[in-house]
């Protein structure tokens, strides 16, 4: 558990550590995915730029409407803004169901939204949010929606020398409903089936829904088959378990030790529809 | 005249905060990673990364060359040096040649090869990478069932468990060639046996060893055994003259320090219609793992004398078959042989009461042994101390509210709930043990001296290492001779420092060690007493309060003053020599036997199969309480354990003999979150076995919370028929029982 040999340095600006980043070096942020990698030799970067030096990259405000978060924001810092919890409760209920204390405090909402971990929870959250990512090279900054963002298992769209500035999500109105919900794998924290659902009624029907799910396959995604089941349907359990019932579909579901593909699945829907009925439960 | 003022306070029996605890949780204890000598020199070993393989050959060129790198010892550049010992001895028993590096075979993942020394670690580290070896990757066999013929019975899985300590092994070896003196810092629970093992292995004279366990960051049965890394690392000292350390790395921790359970069972049970148990019959399958470590084959014949549990049969019957497989050797974890037992007859009563249609407190209660038997000689050779198994189990069943409970569940059922409860009454073997029954000796030793100032200084053989001793042995050492805790300091773990010890094991230290802790406060106190006199002048005197005092003129001498008097030995009492120091070592005459009932409440989740623990009461019988707070810790601990067992660990390897839950990321150790609030109680029958009328409490949470934990989720789906659940409990499989038998 001896890392290899390597650079570290602590950039003062992010033009710094763009320019670094730029020559080959690779960005460390809490270290929380990156540091057992390298300790298990199964990542060996020869120069680390620590993001986590830049202190006016770990922001969370609001601005134009939407919301915005930093990268280096801790997924402590998410859990705990009031300005989330009043303006985007699912990312901070996503936040909080992460791992244990101590990756709350060391994590972040970039490191973990770069590395795209399967089982990772921010991307439901983000893909239920159609959350937009402000990607930054030494030349040129983009926006990429999530459902382009997030590539394959920890493949983003992120180019070599990019990094992830900023995470933006939008603000919904008091006729939103959000909820999280996941079955942790007992050792690690991480999702086996995690499910996050955003929806809006409109006189009792269900105008908008969003679903995001993470754990399942590959790459967290959005659920558009329950998505489109649900629109226009008044939330009956009925219409909630059809809807669920269609979350997996067409999905290649993951199996390893902790679960098999079937009871992954099963999970799924189990989740989608207990996200759901929570989700339409907080409407005011 | 004197003030006769006596000091009143006692100790034991309260909740006593543990004196150990501010260096541990300020994080100032010297753990042996902690240790630092100038010079010092850093080892990694080279492992096998196949479970079997012959080896072709070994190249070292370029590790040797590589920067900061001191040397290199493979297998065969080792010489004289004694294999790694199995410290059973048994007719038949096959235990192969263990050498600390493999030379021609590798026999698990993990396996040693070759030791790289270099000045810093993270060099010896890349080094490492540069060995090449030539392996010929032959056929594994990690599971013991397919190297044998099958039997159809109730077969009852005790699943292979990670001991986890939090502190993984380390050594520290300092070679002084010029004294011949080995100095050797190792994390372990049997420092002395370390010493005469080592040195024997090494070929170096037992006085020319000293052995230090410092801060040992968590034992259980893990360190309680003799490693290669001890004498690899005294060996490299020794040969490069130079101080050396090694750290085992977590992912060492997994793939080479021994695991614990890995028992296949296969019971059978015989009753009569009324519920009396007529016999319990056992084949018992041990997965050896590739050697016998130094208790290995001790453990299935612990769940062999444990058979009876707390039952009046007199016939049982047992066959143990022990299997190599290609995985790291199992051997002593927490419990070690008794969780393993008690969870196949804990099993077995509830499934003969399913049977029976009987409740299963009920066939427990009609079939203890009771109290008027003791002491109770079993079929298994044992004679239990001391019981009373009725009275736990009886305030559990109140403290749970059994009868509303089993009401509750009669409607849950009705509305399609799974809700489940589950009894389990557990015996133990503790204080191991009389001499004759164990394979080092089962003595403990003790030694006081009451310094020239007063102050008390207690030399434990024991070794305690976080269970509290430092704190029960001033507590006991306080009430005796009437001082305070404060001038109390107890030393373990240093062979160059305390006599000669057996360890901490086998819920021993307080029964053995305190025991004899308190026959040498005896021999102190009767000098003190005799120096009292002496200097009171008079024959009548009492001690009591940290005073001798004489009955007729209440003058009295202070512990101090008598303690400076035996020193400085102006006058001493006839036949008496000078100084105030005492040594004994006690020989038990028996083990103890505590017992107790744990409840366990669970409701599960139908959709999903999560199982929820709603209630948790244990009622523990070790005997006197020393200290309750400790006594409770202890409880805790060992309940954390037996869930972790029954609800989330396992130790699995694919067909290949790879440890497919290696690292912390996929090994589910119960942490603080996960825990239930455990609702500790006891009963308190006094173990006439040793003076302080204590049993033993280290073990007794993990070997009762198993079997209470899934009779409590059996009887939850036993209306779907099911009967019997492998350990761990995952969801997953509880969702399959629904799914299919729904
Ligand atoms: C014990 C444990 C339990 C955990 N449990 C959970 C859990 O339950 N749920 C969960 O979702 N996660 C869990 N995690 C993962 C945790 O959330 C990590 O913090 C997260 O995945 C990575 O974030 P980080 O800031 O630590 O990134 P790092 O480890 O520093 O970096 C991860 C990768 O992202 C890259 N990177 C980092 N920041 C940026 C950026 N701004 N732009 C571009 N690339 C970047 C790095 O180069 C690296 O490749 C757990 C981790 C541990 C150790």
């Known amino acids: 558990m001896i890392a290899q040999k390597f650079e570290y340095t602590a950039p003062k600006s992010l033009d710094e550590a763009l320019h670094l980043l730029a020559s080959g070096a690779k960005p460390i942020a809490g270290g929380m995915s990156l540091i057992p990698m390298m300790k298990l030799r199964l990542a060996a970067p020869e120069h680390l730029v620590d993001l986590r030096a830049l202190k006016d990259l770990s922001y969370i405000r609001e601005a134009g409407g939407q919301l915005h978060i930093g990268a280096t924001a801790s997924h402590y810092d998410v859990e705990s803004s009031a300005l989330l919890r009043q303006k985007c409760p699912l990312l901070t209920e996503t936040a909080a169901a992460i791992g244990d204390v101590q990756v709350r405090n060391m994590g972040t909402i970039g490191g973990s939204v770069a590395h795209a971990d399967p089982a990772a929870d921010y991307p439901a959250a983000l893909q239920a949010l159609e959350a937009k990512f402000v990607l930054q090279g030494a030349k040129s900054e983009r926006v990429v929606g999530a459902t382009d963002f997030f590539v ?114 099963h999970l799924a829907v189990v989740h989608a529809s207990r996200a759901l009925k929570t989700a339409l439960s907080r409407i005011a | 005249m004197a003030t006769t003022t006596v000091k009143t306070e006692t100790f034991v029996g309260k909740r006593i905060r543990r004196r150990e605890d501010p260096r541990l949780i300020t994080g100032t204890a010297t753990y042996v990673e902690d240790v630092q000598m100038p010079g010092m020199h850093y080892a990694v070993i080279l492992r096998s ?60 993942v993990g396996h040693p090869i070759a030791v790289v020394v270099a000045r810093d670690r993270y060099l010896a580290r890349d080094a490492a990478d540069l060995i090449e070896v030539d392996y010929q990757v032959l056929p594994a066999v990690a599971d013991p069932e397919k190297a044998l013929a099958k039997v159809v019975k109730q077969r009852i899985v005790s699943q292979r468990l990670v001991p986890m300590a939090m502190e993984t092994r380390g050594v520290v070896a300092e070679w002084h060639g010029a004294d011949r003196q080995l100095n050797l810092y190792t994390s372990t629970q049997i420092p002395h046996l370390v010493r005469t093992l080592v040195a024997g292995m090494l070929g170096l004279e037992e006085n020319r060893m000293r052995v230090i366990a410092p801060e040992v960051g968590g034992g259980f049965g893990s360190k309680l055994n003799v490693y290669a890394e001890e004498a690899l690392t005294g060996y490299v000292s020794m040969k490069i003259q130079k101080p050396v350390k090694w750290i085992e790395s977590r992912r060492e921790n997994f793939t080479c320090t021994i695991h614990g359970r890995g028992h296949v069972d296969f019971y059978e049970i015989a009753a009569k219609r009324d519920g009396t148990i007529l016999g319990i019959k056992l084949k018992l399958i041990q997965d050896v793992g590739a050697y016998h470590q130094l208790l290995t084959p001790l453990i299935p014949q612990l769940s062999v004398l444990m058979m009876p549990g707390l039952y009046n049969t007199q016939n049982i019957r047992a066959d143990i ?86 009401q509750e569940q009669a409607d849950a059922r009705k509305q399609s709930k799974y809700m489940g409860i589950g009894i389990s009454t557990y015996g133990e073997i503790c204080a191991i043990g009389p001499s004759p029954a164990t394979p080092a000796g089962g003595w403990e030793s003790a030694t006081v001296k009451i310094e020239p100032s007063g102050k008390v200084t207690i030399m434990t053989g024991a070794c305690p290492h976080g269970q509290g001793e430092e704190t029960t042995f001033a507590q006991i050492a306080a009430d005796e001779l009437g001082v305070g805790l404060d001038d109390i300091l107890v030393l373990r773990g240093d062979t160059a420092v305390v006599q000669y010890g057996i360890g901490t094991f086998g819920s021993r230290a307080t029964a053995v060690g305190g025991s ?16 009292g006199a002496m200097l009171l002048e008079s024959e009548d005197v009492t001690l009591t309060g940290g005073k001798v005092i004489c009955n007729k003129t209440g003058n009295s001498k202070s512990l101090q003053e008598i303690a400076g008097a035996t020193y400085r030995a102006l006058k001493l009492p006839p036949n008496t020599e000078p100084g105030l120091m005492a040594t004994r070592f006690w020989e038990p005459p ?6 107790g009932a744990h409840i366990v409440v669970t409701d599960i989740d139908g959709e999903t199969g999560q199982i929820k623990i709603r209630r948790y009461v244990a009622v523990d019988d070790c005997g006197n309480i020393l200290n309750p707070l400790i006594v409770d810790g202890q409880v805790h601990g060992g309940v954390a354990q037996g869930l972790g067992q029954a609800l989330w660990e396992q130790a699995v390897y694919d067909d290949n003999g790879q440890l497919i839950t290696g690292e912390l990321m996929d090994y589910a150790v119960p942490r603080s979150h996960m825990m239930p609030w455990i609702e500790s109680h006891h009963t308190c029958t006094p173990s006439p076995v040793n003076p302080l009328g204590v049993k033993g409490v280290g073990e007794a949470g993990t070997i009762g919370c198993s079997p209470a934990v899934v009779n409590s989720v059996v009887d939850a789906l036993s209306p779907l028929g099911v009967r019997h659940i492998d350990m761990p409990l995952t969801p997953e499989k509880i969702w399959k029982l629904l799914a299919t038998k729904n």
């Open chain 2, 590 to 595: 028996n083990f103890t036997f505590p017992f």
């Open chain 2, 516 to 531: 004899a802790l308190y026959y040498a406060l005896q021999d102190l106190k009767a000098k003190i007493k005799k120096f």
């Open chain 2, 49 to 108: 990364p196949h479970a079997a393989a012959r080896i072709r050959s070994i190249d070292t060129k370029q590790a040797v060359a590589a920067p900061g790198v001191v040397c290199v010892f493979t297998g065969k550049d080792i010489k004289g040096v004694g294999a790694v010992p199995c410290g059973i001895a048994m007719p038949d028993l096959r235990v192969p040649p263990h050498t600390i590096l493999a030379t021609d075979r590798v026999y698990f």
């Open chain 1, 152 to 265: 394959d298992a920890f493949t983003t769209a992120l180019e070599p020398g990019e990094i992830l500035r900023e995470v933006i999500v939008p603000i919904d109105d008091a006729r939103t409903g959000t909820s999280y919900q996941k079955m942790a794998q007992p050792a690690s924290g991480f999702a086996i089936v995690g499910v996050a659902a955003r929806v809006r009624q409109n006189a009792g029907k269900i105008s908008f829904a969003r679903l995001g799910i993470t754990g399942l396959s590959n790459r967290a995604y959005r659920a558009s088959a329950s998505e489109k089941a649900l629109e226009g349907k008044s939330s009956t359990p009925a219409d909630i378990q059809s809807a669920a019932a269609l979350v997996a579909q067409g999905i290649d579901a993951n199996s390893d030790l902790h679960a098999s593909a079937d009871y992954r699945r």
């Open chain 2, 321 to 406: 078959v022990g299997v190599f497989t290609n995985c790291v050797p199992t051997d002593a974890y927490r419990g070690a042989g008794r969780p393993e037992a008690t969870h196949g007859i804990e099993r077995m009563v509830d499934m003969l009461a399913a049977e029976l249609q009987m409740d299963p407190a009920e066939i427990r209660l009609k079939n203890f042994v009771t109290k008027d038997k003791f002491p109770y000689p079993t079929a298994t050779g044992l004679v239990y101390d001391s019981g009373d198994y009725a009275t736990p189990l009886k305030k559990a069943l109140d403290l749970v509210g059994y009868h509303k409970l089993r």
